[in-house]
């Protein structure tokens, strides 16, 4: 499977950015926009993983968060 590390973002942010891909898509270009409810911030792409190396980043992962601060972003421009 192919698996990436993301944080997630604001409703407010991902609602701004849904509007913008509704505005962009007005253009004909040939792109495959991802669905609102999917928006994220991708942190680092894995690539192909097994499904027991996604139980090791999940483990992982959860502890790391566990462990930090949230993070603060701004969308500033695209």
Known sequence: MRAFLAVEISE???????????????????????????????MKFL???????RLIVERVAASA????APIRMRLDAL
């Open 12 to 42: 407010a942010a991902r609602s701004a950015l849904a509007r913008l891909q509704q505005d962009l898509a007005q253009s004909a270009a040939d792109v495959k926009w991802t669905d609102a409810h999917q928006l994220h911030v991708t």
């Open 65 to 68: 968060a566990e462990r930090l």
């Open 47 to 53: 690539g192909e993983i097994t499904n027991a190396q």
